[in-house]
């Protein structure tokens, strides 16, 4: 299939690559079907791309890039919209926002994008947890992260010229 987007042009990816927002995410209800797009040029950074409408993308990034120890819980009520009883084989993606000046980034650690792998079912989650930032300052965490392992990759980008899929079964 084919997904329009206004960052990458055209992207092929596979139907199976569709997560599936039943309730939307905060503020575009109205979109249901993401993917999250590899930026062939960033290794750091993923895009979660609506594959309905092409100007709506969102960076993301796992937390455990740029925070030790990220843990969250989610409440009955997300985890009956996601169809699960336990919070096993779940992905969470922090929303990014990226000012004009990098160095002020932040992640949302409030609502992470949380996915249940098997299914592609995925929920934007308002977590209970007030210790948890809304805009969580993120650039000296990504900083250290990179200082302390300076010949590891974050993730690995592909050699293709072309944004593809990230592909969950591998996370």
């Not at 927002?21 to 993923?46: A, H, K």
């Not at 796992?62 to 699960?84: H, M, R, V």
């Not at 965490?141 to 944004?163: C, F, T, W, Y």
Request: hydrophobic share 40%; charged share 25%.
């Amino acid at each position: 299939m084919t997904v329009q987007t206004s960052r990458f042009g055209q992207v092929e990816i596979q139907e199976s690559d569709v997560l599936t927002f039943p309730e939307g995410i905060l503020g575009f209800t109205n979109l249901r079907q993401f993917v999250l797009l590899e930026d062939p040029m960033d290794e750091i950074f993923v895009w979660l791309q609506s594959t309905e409408h092409s100007e709506i993308a969102f960076p993301v990034l796992e937390p455990e890039f740029f925070i030790q120890n990220y843990k969250f819980a989610l409440s009955k009520n997300d985890l009956e919209a996601l169809g699960l009883k336990t919070q096993e084989r779940l992905r969470a993606f922090a929303v990014i926002t990226i000012p004009e000046d990098p160095r002020q980034m932040t992640a949302n650690l409030k609502a992470p994008i949380v996915i249940h792998i098997p299914t592609r079912m995925a929920r934007q989650c308002v977590l209970q947890d007030n210790n948890l930032a809304i805009r969580e300052p993120i650039f000296s965490g990504l900083q250290q992260r990179l200082h302390q392992m300076p010949n590891q990759r974050i993730r690995d980008v592909s050699e293709k010229d072309a944004p593809q899929a990230l592909p969950l079964a591998e996370l």
